[in-house]
């Protein structure tokens, strides 16, 4: 499952505009001038890349479980990984984000919108408390706080509960850590 949160990192950072009709793909600035990473925009990578998505989604609505599901979504995040530099235009990233919600969907039907929430919450606290300093910690925080609030019509089991919870704890424990409040 750690590899749809990349893809959900990668959906989030698309969302601004880099003129011209393309956006980047991913979060992290990867330096270089804004014409260099332009001519990426409309390329054979990002075509490939919504591919990609394209296909982990046909894949994980024909899993006919978790376990597989998982699979596919790892071997999506091994396919697309170091594409952080990849444009898409318009048309690629609505594709792409209706590849994501359609593996969302399939994904549900799958594991329930409570276990869900619980595998979520759980990345969010590894992934907080894998940071090496505050300022990661705080984005990987906020990060996953927002992708947990999807789930906050989601219904489950007290164990799902009890996991959703023991992240939470973990997130304020591993803020505490660097200073921060965890309250942002």
Request: hydrophobic share 40%.
């Amino acid at each position: 499952m750690r590899s749809l949160a990349i893809l959900a990192l990668l959906l989030a950072a698309g969302s601004g505009a880099c003129g011209g009709g393309a956006t980047k793909a991913a979060t992290p600035d990867t330096g270089g001038s804004y014409a260099n990473r332009a001519r990426e925009s409309g390329s054979e990578r990002g075509a490939r890349v919504v591919a990609a998505v394209r296909r982990a989604a046909d894949d994980v609505c024909r899993c006919g479980d978790g376990v597989c599901a998982d699979a596919v979504v790892q071997q999506l995040g091994r396919a697309i990984h170091g594409q952080d530099d990849v444009m898409l235009t318009t048309t690629e990233q609505s594709a792409m984000m209706h590849a994501v919600a359609r593996i969302d969907k399939c994904r549900a039907r799958l594991f329930g919108r409570g276990e869900q929430a619980a595998r979520v919450a759980e990345r969010w606290a590894e992934e907080t408390c894998a940071c090496a300093d505050a300022g990661c910690a705080e984005l990987a925080a906020r990060r996953g706080a927002e992708e947990l609030r999807r789930y906050g019509d989601a219904e489950g089991n007290d164990d799902e509960l009890r996991r959703i919870l023991v992240a939470s704890r973990q997130v304020k424990s591993c803020m505490r850590e660097f200073g921060l409040t965890g309250q942002r």
